[in-house]
């Protein structure tokens, strides 16, 4: 480990405002999930500092945006550069306050680099529409100007730079706010990035949901790209209404996988685990209910339990641990009360993990089958380490099981044979449907929720695109 916990929790980052690093008379405490105690103070942006935070980034606008995409694709990879010389201390921010392991945090951030590298290279095309005797068209992507960025707990890196990086290459500028729950990776990224980006470019601001409220009303921001919950996507739709923000909504997920009765249940049993247990379960799109044929039910539950019993809970800072806490206390409260709400509806919880003795939100990979539909395990997003296991016996009537929700986030099927696999995953209701994996995400494919998951996509050149407005130039001959 070439940089302490102790090292980069005595340096408290600040808010970065027109390039400069800027402190708060009122700070919010960070707390370390793994121990449950304050790990570091961060500043408390308000009002004065959003409109600050504003100006700064309308003032940098034109010449960002003068600038050209080759320019700024340029300056993109140069903030790769500097993010990957910074990989180290970044990933042990991103461990101390999300919880997750360290090799899963560096992971993270490296998945972020490669999107960023991607979308340096990604042509944004101007069309010539018509070009004849009568009319010239010509059809081109425009920055919307200011993008306000407002990011979730669960990768706080990851979230980040899948909205600096297209905003950035097509001519915006940014003010990102992370959650109030893990702030401090996101604002030293902030200060980090001052070394190759123009003051007021980006600005992070960390404050809690006022600010994000305040940043969705503000008439000098021209977009809002959210990822978090339902809860807020649907506040944040309504705040946007009087300035008729453009808005990218990345919300929750309830993904249903559904396995049928060809499946090699040793071949799959490790996917499918990971399919839903990866990041402590707080995944949008990761697998939330598992429906499965009858009669391999036992089959498939104790080669999950198998699984589940390989994997190590405990400190992210420690040598060998697969899975951190929880990483807040009122998530670890819900997730609780939605395993207790279901074995007292009597559902089997016949599998619960081991967790380490002593402070920390840890909670046991757990297992659960003899539920049906309806408890608020299955019906809502738990987010948290917890697989219910459902039966099912005819085709038809688990595909409706799985679309009966008001989310549509992703989902797969698992089977041997493809074509049928596909037959089943062309009739689910979700944004993405994958088959014998789940959930996977690249940055050169569009990804983004169906129903009440969401409006539009990031990635690819589609969630790019989203980063701008259509501007027609017409001409008469
Ligand atoms: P959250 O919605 O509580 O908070 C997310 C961010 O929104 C925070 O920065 C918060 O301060 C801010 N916020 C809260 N209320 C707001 C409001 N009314 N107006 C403006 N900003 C507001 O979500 P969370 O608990 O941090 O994250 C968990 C949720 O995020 C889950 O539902 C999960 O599925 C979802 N999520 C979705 C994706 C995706 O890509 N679809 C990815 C990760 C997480």
New binding site residues.
């Given amino acids: 480990m070439s940089i302490t916990p102790a090292e980069v929790a005595d340096k408290a980052p600040g808010l970065t405002i027109d390039g400069e690093v800027v402190t708060t008379s009122t700070v919010n405490s960070v707390i370390n999930p793994a121990t449950g105690e304050v790990f570091i103070s961060v500043p408390d942006a308000g009002v004065e500092h959003l409109e600050t935070a504003v100006a700064a980034a309308r003032r940098a606008a034109p010449s960002w945006r003068e600038l050209g995409i080759a320019a700024r694709q340029e300056i993109v990879l140069r903030v790769v550069e500097v993010i990957r010389a910074n990989i180290d201390e970044l990933a042990m921010l991103v461990t101390l306050e999300q919880g997750k392991p360290l090799a899963k945090a560096a992971g993270e951030i490296d998945s972020g680099l490669r999107g960023l590298t991607r979308y340096a290279s990604t042509d944004i095309p101007v069309e010539i529409y018509r070009d004849n005797n009568d009319e010239f068209i010509e059809i081109r992507r425009e920055p919307v100007g200011v993008v306000g960025a ?6 706080p890196l990851l ?1 980040a730079l899948w909205k600096i990086g297209p905003a950035l290459v097509t001519g915006n500028t940014i003010i990102l ?6 702030p401090v990776a996101t604002l030293r990224l902030g200060e980090l990035l001052q070394q190759v980006l123009p003051a007021g470019v980006l600005q992070v601001l960390s ?7 305040a ?2 009303a503000h008439p000098g921001i021209n977009k ?1 790209t ?8 649907k ?2 739709m309504s ?1 946007a209404g009087p300035t008729l923000k453009r808005l990218t ?5 309830n993904d249903a996988g559904i396995v049928l009765d060809d499946v090699d249940v040793a071949a799959m049993a490790n996917d499918l685990y990971w399919a839903a247990l990866s990041n402590c379960g ?4 990761g697998l939330k209910r598992l429906y499965v044929p009858a009669h391999l039910a036992s089959e498939i539950e104790e080669a999950l339990a198998e699984v589940a019993k390989t994997v190590k809970v405990g400190n992210g800072l420690d040598e060998g641990v697969d899975m951190g806490p929880i990483q807040n206390l009122a ?1 670890l409260q819900k997730v609780r009360g939605y395993v207790d709400d279901a074995a007292a509806c009597g559902a089997d919880v016949y599998f619960r993990g081991e967790i380490p003795d002593g402070p920390g939100y840890f909670h046991p990979v757990t297992l659960v089958r003899g539920v049906d539909d309806t408890v608020p395990l299955v019906k809502e ?1 738990q ?1 948290g380490p917890v697989l219910p296991i459902l039966t099912y016996t005819d085709i038809d009537d688990v595909v409706a099981r799985a679309n009966d929700s008001d989310l549509g ?1 992703g989902s797969s099927v698992w089977s041997t044979d493809e074509g049928r696999a596909v037959g089943v995953a062309n009739r689910l209701e979700s944004g993405t449907t994958w088959v014998n994996q789940h959930p996977v995400l690249t940055s050169d494919v569009p ?3 169906i129903k009440q ?2 409006l539009g996509v ?1 990635q690819s050149i589609h969630g790019i695109l989203e980063y701008t407005n259509f501007r027609v130039l017409r001409v008469k001959r």
Avoid: H
């Fill in positions: 407002i990011t979730a707990w669960n990768y979230l706010k992370p959650s109030p729950l893990t404050g809690g949901d006022d600010l994000g409220r940043m969705t809002i959210f990822t978090g919950s339902e809860r807020a996507g506040s944040i705040g909504l990345e919300l929750g997920g707080a995944v949008c799109a998530q997003e987010f986030l990804f983004g929720g998951s969401g990031e």
